[in-house]
């Protein structure tokens, strides 16, 4: 099954493409990135854009959210929600396997420790998906765990 993980935002989005009928082999991971001085509606339309192209290279048959988590600043909440909005309403429109994972679950999943520190996280990343290093930025490794957080989950499923 192909997975892609996605960790929202508006600056920066991240992905991981996985395929666990090859033990988890990674198919491609990244950032969507926007530019700050973009009007908002700019953003989001490049979020789509991108996300498009995603599903039409890579044909997921599952999409692998990370939920929002509190956040302290109102307008940035507010901001990522909006764009947590068009990633849900593209991955709708092209999969429509959507599943959502709490940070909580993802380091669960990943650790075996529901509060692990992100070190950790990114540590089994780099171990599960047999890479020779950390998958940079932080968000592509972020949406990676996402995507293996899936996997480990389906396979419980099955």
């Not at 380091?107 to 998906?129: C, D, F, S």
Request: proline content about 4%.
């Amino acid at each position: 099954m192909v997975i892609l993980g996605i960790d929202p935002g508006y600056g920066i989005v991240g992905y991981g493409v996985i395929d666990t009928n090859k033990k988890n082999m990674v198919l491609d991971y990244g950032t969507i990135q926007t530019p700050k001085e973009d009007k908002m509606a700019v953003r989001l339309e490049a979020i789509d854009s991108s996300l498009k192209f995603l599903f039409e290279k890579y044909k997921p048959e599952a999409i692998a959210i990370e939920e929002l988590f509190y956040f302290k600043n109102q307008k940035t909440i507010i901001q990522v929600a909006q764009a947590r909005g068009v990633i849900v309403l593209c991955s709708q429109k092209y999969c429509g396997n959507i599943y959502e994972y709490t940070p909580l679950q993802i380091k669960q999943a990943l650790t075996g420790q529901g509060r692990a520190e992100k070190a950790q996280v990114q540590y089994m990343v780099k171990a599960i998906l047999g890479l020779d290093s950390i998958p940079k930025p932080d968000d592509a490794a972020d949406a990676l765990a996402v995507a293996i957080c899936h996997s480990q989950t389906n396979q419980i499923l099955k």
